[in-house]
């Protein structure tokens, strides 16, 4: 069965903390992995598509990379605005539908 | 300037009634999506349609009907509300052709039945 996990489910970080979020997969053929944000109350807003093993993405202080087996989502000296839930979702080989992890919920202290 | 938009974004019943969401797309999108998100915030699809083609139909009650009048919205009708249908409901929409993948998502209908 394809599977996504994320962890931590939670983390609490101080400003200017860097850290890293893992996304795990186990599926029968990767099309693509994607990364999401969500705030609360509101949709999943797209962040990266990673296709291939080594593969990296960065987009200011997010920087996402992928290997066969699991993706990072690194974030660089975080802000209290970077607080959200971050989802990865893969894409599978042949089918038109996205399976998502549980997500992470990130909070950055002032 | 919304790209998918959905309505409404809250809405209270009663168990046993029918409601409708509504979902739209000014992406010029083909494909679009509905997924239920629950109180652990997982996200998982239920249905998707191709071009008014229903093309992914997951093990979802057939309580739940999707309706594509064109290929800019998707509806969303429950019939005979239960409990476990609280939830947040989520549309997405994407291009079929090209060379992404990438899913945009509605802002969500949060769904509370009583």
């Known amino acids: 069965e394809d599977q996504v996990t994320q962890s931590p489910e939670a983390l609490r970080l101080q400003e200017g903390e860097s850290s890293s979020l893992n996304c795990s997969y186990t599926?029968?053929?990767?099309?693509?992995l994607f990364w999401y944000r969500q705030d609360p109350g509101k949709g999943p807003e797209f962040l990266f598509t990673l296709y291939s093993a080594g593969e990296e993405k960065e987009k200011e202080r997010l920087k996402a990379t992928l290997t066969k087996k699991e993706s990072f989502l690194h974030i660089t000296a975080p802000k209290p605005e970077d607080s959200a839930t971050y989802l990865c979702?893969?894409?599978?080989?042949?089918?038109?539908?996205?399976?998502f992890g549980q997500g992470t919920r990130l909070t950055i202290n002032p | 300037d919304t790209a998918v938009s959905q309505t409404p974004k809250y809405l209270v019943t009663q168990m046993g009634n029918d409601k409708s969401i509504k979902c739209e797309q000014n992406?010029?999108?083909?494909?679009m999506y509905w997924y239920k998100q629950d109180s652990k915030k997982f996200l998982k699809i239920m249905f998707s349609?191709?071009?008014?083609?229903?093309?992914i139909n997951e093990t979802v009650p057939n309580r739940f009907s999707p309706k594509s009048p064109d290929k800019a919205h998707l509806n969303l009708h429950i019939n005979s509300l239960e409990l476990g249908d609280s939830a947040v409901y989520f549309c997405?929409?994407?291009?079929?052709?090209?060379?992404?993948?990438?899913?945009?998502f509605g802002p969500g209908t949060r769904l509370t039945v009583l």
């Open positions: 349609y191709n071009n008014k083609e229903l093309i």
């Open positions: 979702a893969v894409l599978i080989q042949g089918a038109q539908k996205l399976v």
């Open positions: 992406l010029g999108h083909d494909t």
């Open positions: 599926v029968s053929g990767l099309r693509g």
């Open positions: 997405a929409s994407k291009v079929t052709r090209g060379s992404t993948d990438t899913q945009y």
